[in-house]
């Protein structure tokens, strides 16, 4: 069974251009529920753009809190 948490990043270009490099690996935030969330930050290349990475995300884990997929909802 999978849980859907739903987070809202805010991450300048500049700030990712960090996790580009590799110098950082994770992001790390706070779901909408409450919870912390860390997952490879890798898996928000495609949703970058010129001025970073803005919006409200669907995170979907497995029962382990592992990371099943994401999407962008807003």
């Not at 706070?30 to 919870?35: I, N, P, V």
């Not at 669907?58 to 997929?69: A, M, P, Q, R, T």
């Amino acid at each position: 069974m999978s849980q859907t948490l739903i987070v809202d990043l805010y991450i300048s270009a500049d700030d990712y251009l960090q996790h580009y490099q590799g110098s950082v690996k994770y992001v790390s935030c706070e779901s909408r529920d409450g919870r912390r969330v860390q997952f490879p930050s890798g898996i928000l290349q495609r949703f970058v753009t010129r001025n970073g990475i803005r919006g409200s995300f669907s995170l979907e884990v497995d029962d382990n809190f592992k990371l099943i997929g994401i999407r962008r909802i807003a």
